[in-house]
């Protein structure tokens, strides 16, 4: 038997404007998807949580089977366990491909490798994404901790790899990096979750269209750039006061970019008087929000007093890990 984890993920800074070149900032969260590998001398097909697996229904899963584990290996029967809300855009299935890569790394070569994972599960899930997908959400569940994707090399941060993709018939460049943040003792992650679900392509295209009519509102997108930044600095000064302005200060420019939503501003209101900074994460319309606080318990309890579900996070949540391999 192999089990592998990873963690999910939120945005901090950049997301739409990285659509357009300028940097964005993601870091791991506490919630983790967990994969269980095991041989059953019974099995004559593969299984998913007991059942039958169909790989129509799991193109993922599919597309990491057939590069990982020879079609004339055994079947395994995969379990997926898991606390990372599914369409929230907090990672779930970036994180269920790294763990299964690291997983099926361990079974057959008795190590995971993170690069090789974040690679892999990158190509799994444009390939489930009719070929459109950034690295983000998996370099940042398989590395852990902060990941700045950027199309420019960053001079200040330490640069891990340059990844490219051929997306709609051209090739599209990421330049992936990452930091130490020296994130003082005390300071945590709220998200809250209104419980709605956002599209991320509706979102996308609509500040596409956004620019389409109206070319001098990339100023807001250079405005998010700029202000990604400074949180970036920010955080790896441990200045969490400056952090929290910067989110704050993003989310007002996504929210005049139209890409959140009712849901979320009420659940902004309700933990911006206890908290450092607050913003929506990812791509909107629905889904997630993050506050920055030194009251996460209170944070939390506000979230909830207005309907939205939320939980406390960490910095530097560890990516793959392999927990159990007898
Ligand atoms: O909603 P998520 O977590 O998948 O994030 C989308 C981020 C966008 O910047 C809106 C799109 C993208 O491809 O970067």
């Known amino acids: 038997m192999v089990k592998a ?124 994404q009719g070929g459109r997908a950034s690295p983000m959400d998996t370099a940042t569940s398989s590395y852990g901790g902060f990941i700045v994707l950027s199309d420019t090399i960053e001079e200040h941060l330490d640069f891990i790899e340059t990844r490219t993709m051929d997306v709609d018939g051209s090739t599209r460049q990421w330049h992936l990096h990452t930091f130490e943040a020296a994130v003082p003792e005390g300071t945590a992650l709220v998200v809250g979750n209104t419980g709605t679900h956002g599209s991320t392509s509706a979102m996308v295209n609509h500040v596409a269209e956004l620019m389409r009519k109206n070319s001098s509102r990339k100023v807001e997108l250079e405005t998010i750039g700029a202000i990604a930044r400074r949180g970036i600095q920010a955080f790896r000064e441990g200045d969490m006061e400056a952090v929290g302005q910067a989110m704050t200060e993003n989310h007002i420019v996504l929210r005049s970019l139209g890409v959140s939503s009712p849901e979320l501003e009420r659940l902004i209101r309700a933990a911006a008087p206890s908290s450092l900074g607050v913003k929506m994460t990812g791509a909107g319309g629905g889904g997630c929000m993050i506050a920055l606080t030194t009251n996460p318990e209170e944070t939390m309890g506000a979230i909830e007093m207005e309907g939205g579900r939320a939980f406390i996070s960490t910095f530097n949540e560890p990516g793959l890990r392999i927990e159990d391999a007898v």
């Open 5 to 128: 984890s990873a963690p999910g993920k939120c945005i901090l800074f950049g997301e739409h404007a990285v659509v357009y070149g300028e940097p964005a900032l993601a870091c791991s969260i506490n919630q983790r998807m967990t994969i269980e590998l095991e041989h059953e001398h019974m099995i004559e097909a593969w299984r998913l949580d007991g059942r039958k697996f169909n790989p129509k229904k799991h193109p993922h899963i599919e597309y990491i089977r057939n590069k990982l584990h020879s079609s004339t290996g055994n079947p395994l029967h995969i379990r997926i366990r898991g606390t990372i809300p599914k369409a929230s855009g907090l990672g779930s299935s970036a994180a269920l491909s790294v763990a299964l890569c690291g997983a099926l790394q361990q079974l057959h070569n008795g190590s995971a490798n993170k690069a090789q994972a974040s690679l892999l599960a990158h190509h799994a899930e444009a390939a489930a």
